[in-house]
């Protein structure tokens, strides 16, 4: 960083110095001429802007093997965790298990780490994800899934689902 200081003292002073404020970072430097210079002297000049105070760590650790597998029908089970802005699910479906035709008011992000699922569109379209890949289905989108091979699939849900929160999942039961 302070490579290209000319004093680099100078720059790990001021480096540091806001650093240790909690309201400020540094940007990336910017290259100025001095006045009355005609393109010979150049100064650097670190660009400060505000910053939001740091909180007190709330984080929370989960345990997928502490959380309790929630059987929703014969072959598809799940577990969730939820944060203020999010939901991240772990969901197990059986070869052959169909999730019917939903959409709901939250963004989907699906990434599959084993297996195949089909996902299929009302008009017409479908992808199918694979392990290794990830999908993104916008709010309110009509779909429903598949599984064409014994699959995990991770989903993150924003804002977090209160249906299945509140348990009010019939369709997937």
Known sequence: MCRQFAN?????????????RSTLRIAPVRFTLHKGA??????????????KAR????ATLHRWNEIEPEQLNPLLTR??????????????LTKGCVVPRHSHPNEQITFITEGILR??????????????EVLVIPADLPHSATALEDTIDFDIFAPPRQDWIDKDDSYLR
Do not use: W
């Open 38 to 51: 005609r393109n010979t002297k150049r100064e650097v000049v670190p660009i400060v802007f505000p910053r």
């Open 119 to 132: 996902f299929d569109y009302d008009d017409g379209t479908s992808h199918t994800v694979k392990a290794g």
């Open 8 to 20: 680099p003292a100078a720059c790990n002073s001021i480096f540091t110095r806001h650093q240790k």
């Open 79 to 92: 577990q969730f965790v939820t944060g203020a802005l999010a939901m991240f699910a772990r969901v197990v």
């Open 55 to 58: 909180l007190m760590s709330t």
